[in-house]
């Protein structure tokens, strides 16, 4: 398995994903006030692992400039198809990861990766891109489903087969407590940590984490 794989994954997924309903509407609404709330009218964001775009309409409306990113090409094509039908000023799609962003592109105010981190195959190297596309004392906002904290079924027995059958991409399995170790490891300070969910078990936290002085 590869990169490669992880972006047909999803590119064959796209449109279904599309019409997938959002499972904790009420705790994604918390997730989405609480981040709007840190954004300042002057900022520039970027967004790792967006999907189709949902959160980015949803946000960029608040910052100077949002550039909204995946690995899937397809995802990418349904953002830019909601885009266009709502166009919002300083709101960009790309297909790309954090590895593949330089510092060309300047440096960003706020990085988000919702439901993004479980999913990265060198999770201590994304992290220090991330911090690497960070301005000083930028923000990276997460949110992540802590595998390691959750049914043993789920990590142990069912995400296994599922992967083995091509139900799955890569997922990574590690608990919130070693999430934050690798936070700060990584050149982070981590300022908040908050439970959104309303619904079910999931241990999924939210983590407002700053960049710390080179």
Not at 31 to 51: K, Q
Not at 107 to 127: A, E, K
Request: net charge positive.
């Amino acid at each position: 398995m590869s990169l490669a794989n992880d972006a047909r994954f999803w590119d064959r997924t796209s449109r279904r994903y599309a019409k997938s309903a959002i499972a904790d509407e009420a705790g994604y609404t918390r997730t989405l006030e609480r981040t709007r709330a840190l954004f300042t009218p002057d900022m520039r964001v970027l967004e790792l692992g967006c999907g189709t775009g949902t959160t980015a309409l949803r946000l960029a409306g608040h910052a100077r400039s949002y550039l909204s990113t995946d690995i899937s090409e397809g995802m990418i094509a349904i953002a830019e198809e909601k885009h266009a039908a709502a166009p919002i000023p300083g709101l960009a799609f790309r297909a790309a990861t954090a590895e593949t962003l330089t510092s060309s592109e300047g440096s960003f105010d706020v990085v988000l990766g919702f439901n993004y981190l479980h999913l990265v195959r060198d999770l201590p190297g994304t992290l220090r891109c991330i911090h690497s596309l960070l301005a000083p004392q930028g923000l990276f906002i997460s949110k992540t489903p802590c595998l390691g904290d959750m049914n043993p079924l789920l990590r142990v027995a069912l995400l296994p087969a599922m992967r083995a059958i091509g139900l799955a991409p890569h997922t990574g399995v590690f608990r919130a407590s070693a999430l934050g170790a690798q936070l700060q490891a990584a050149g982070f300070e981590v300022l908040a940590t908050e439970n959104h969910a309303t619904k079910g078990g999931e241990n999924r936290p939210w983590i407002v984490a700053r960049k710390l002085i080179d």
